[in-house]
């Protein structure tokens, strides 16, 4: 697996500016479809997928790498995506699914036919609490 650094000085802790950094670099390696495979982030700890007993300063590059991942990327000193290219994976079409959050920020995955398309409370015989072993369907 290729490894790259893109130095970065912004909000060290700002996930969605870094994934973007890091998907930016990827097309620019000839990735066409840049997908994160897995993440950490240095100062929390955090990491995706995560379980326990993971080690934090290995697992991500392992899983990632094991999983089809092509490239690590370090945004700044915060972050390290692995990234993989999606563009030959088929494509599934509409899904029944969809992502809501509650009052208190919590992600959900619910099945549509059950929520309906309108209601953006999370129904729980609809919806599953999003951890790090469920897939964000976004």
């Known amino acids: 697996m290729k490894s790259v650094h893109v130095d970065y000085w912004g909000n060290s802790s700002d996930f969605k500016i870094a994934s973007q950094l890091a998907k930016g670099v990827a097309l620019e390696r000839d990735i066409k479809q840049p997908t994160i495979v897995s993440w950490r982030q240095r100062s929390n700890r955090r990491m995706s997928p995560s379980y326990d007993g993971a080690n934090p300063d290995s697992w991500c590059a392992k899983y990632g790498e094991g999983n089809g991942g092509?490239?690590?990327?370090?945004?700044?000193?915060?972050?390290?995506?692995?990234?993989?290219?999606?563009?030959?994976?088929?494509?599934l079409?509409?899904?029944?699914?969809?992502?809501?959050?509650?009052?208190?920020?919590?992600?959900?995955?619910?099945?549509t036919p059950i929520q309906g398309r309108l209601d953006k409370k999370p129904n729980p015989d609809a919806c599953t609490h999003l951890d790090g072993w469920l897939a964000d369907q976004l």
């Open 70 to 91: 092509k490239l690590a990327v370090r945004v700044g000193d915060e972050f390290e995506f692995v990234m993989m290219d999606s563009q030959d994976y088929e494509t």
């Open 93 to 111: 079409g509409d899904l029944p699914l969809r992502n809501l959050t509650d009052e208190s920020g919590n992600f959900y995955l619910c099945y």
